[in-house]
């Protein structure tokens, strides 16, 4: 089992590299260097818990900003890229953004690693919708199928991976990339999908369901992803591709009807408004090599981490506020204007 004692986390701000930070002070003894810019989604309360931690420092800067990345890489033996846009609407309002952090920023952090010499792992993060989109009958995607992202998002992100790809293969520098899928629990920016619902329904908004509302996707609690992440990190095969999942697909009219169902909403709030240009129908994830190389499963169910999840959204009220009340709020209108509906809607 591989062990390291310095590990640059990129994006540690955000909803998984949180999640991911507070679980490896827990579970190793590493020093942790949290590089985030702080975006509109990075929010550095997220990790007041451990702020004084003296295993944890945090630095504001850009992954694809070299003068802050290359004397970083002098100093660390792990990298694990979490750091990017994420979110497919904002991709199709604005593409370039995820062209810089996401591709860019990429390949700032690979050649800082690789030209620092001190790296001896780079784990990149990335996700199921660099495959493309599955018909109901599919098989789910293995690690051996082709890339055809279908929005801006998965497509820099698919970008990305094939950087990483290439750094392996020319330079002969130790990358694992890790795809995995549909990521729910603490802490998520309530932008996707089962944040915003539990938000809107707990204020009586309407919970706007894009097309038909049987887009399906397979759902992975946050801590599970922070294991496999782990799981690789230890055990993976250097130059290796690994699926993570949570192997439970559900359409998202299901996701949203347990969430009103638990917070005894009405299933009137529910809106079917048009539909995401180019929306992936379905993802599901093989996680078969995962489970025999790394030994790695998904544990949560997917009943017993929806009602954890809604519980944390409902005792972190002064979290959400704070977010909904400011700049997200521009946003939600400039997203709802794209998708045809009236401010009043
Ligand atoms: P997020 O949007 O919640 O967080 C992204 C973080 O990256 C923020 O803290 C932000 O400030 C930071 N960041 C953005 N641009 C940056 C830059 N140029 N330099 C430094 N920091 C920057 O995202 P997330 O949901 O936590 O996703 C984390 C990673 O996991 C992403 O790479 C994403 O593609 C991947 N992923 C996410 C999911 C999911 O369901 N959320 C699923 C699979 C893979
Ligand atoms: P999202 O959370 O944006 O993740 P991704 O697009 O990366 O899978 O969306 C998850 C699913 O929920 C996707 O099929 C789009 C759908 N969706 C809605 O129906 N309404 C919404 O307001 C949002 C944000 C998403």
């Known amino acids: 089992m591989r062990n390291f004692s310095k590990v640059l986390v990129t994006g540690g701000c955000g909803f998984i590299g949180s999640n991911f930070i507070r679980y490896i002070l827990d579970a190793t ?10 975006t509109y989604a990075g929010n550095p309360e997220n990790l007041s818990d451990i702020a004084d931690n003296p295993r944890y420092q945090f630095i504001k800067g850009r992954i694809e900003d070299p003068e802050v990345v290359y004397p970083l890489m002098k100093n660390v033996d792990l990298v ?16 370039i953004p ?4 996401n591709v860019e920023g990429t390949q700032v952090l690979l050649d800082g690693a690789r030209l620092g010499k001190k790296v001896k792992l780079f784990v990149h993060v990335s996700t199921d919708e660099v495959y493309g989109s599955l018909k109901k009958d599919d098989p789910p995607f293995n690690e051996e199928n082709p890339l055809k992202p279908n929005s801006p998002y998965s497509a820099s992100k698919a970008s990305s991976d094939m950087l990483v790809r290439a ?6 520098f130790p990358c694992i990339i890790t795809r995995c899928s549909n990521n729910y629990g603490p802490y998520q920016f309530p932008e996707k999908l089962i944040p915003l619902m539990i938000l809107n329904a707990l204020e009586e908004k309407p919970l ?5 509302g049987l887009n399906i996707r397979d759902w992975i609690y946050v801590l599970d992803h922070c294991a496999g992440i782990l799981a690789v990190i230890e055990k993976g095969k250097i130059g290796s591709i690994y699926n993570l999942g949570g192997e439970c697909e559900k359409t998202n009219l299901e996701v949203v009807k347990t969430i009103l169902n638990i917070l005894g909403k009405d299933e009137s709030l529910i809106q079917f408004v048009k539909d995401r240009p180019g929306h992936d129908r379905r993802y599901a994830m093989d996680i078969s ?11 949560m169910s997917f009943k017993k981490g929806i009602e954890y999840t809604i519980d944390w959204y409902i ?14 709020l521009k946003f939600y209108e400039k997203h709802y204007n794209m998708l045809g ?3 009043e809607d």
């Open 29 to 38: 003894d590493w020093h942790i260097i949290n590089l985030d810019a702080l």
């Open 80 to 95: 694990v890229n979490f750091a990017a846009e994420s979110h497919v609407d904002r991709s199709i309002h604005s593409a």
């Open 98 to 101: 995820f062209i810089r952090t």
């Open 167 to 172: 750094c392996f293969k020319t330079h002969d």
């Open 208 to 212: 706007p369901i894009y097309g038909d």
């Open 289 to 299: 090599l995962a489970k025999k190389e790394l030994g790695w499963a998904p544990k």
């Open 315 to 328: 005792k972190n009220k002064s979290w959400w506020q704070r977010i909904r009340s400011g700049e997200y």
């Open 341 to 343: 509906l009236k401010k």
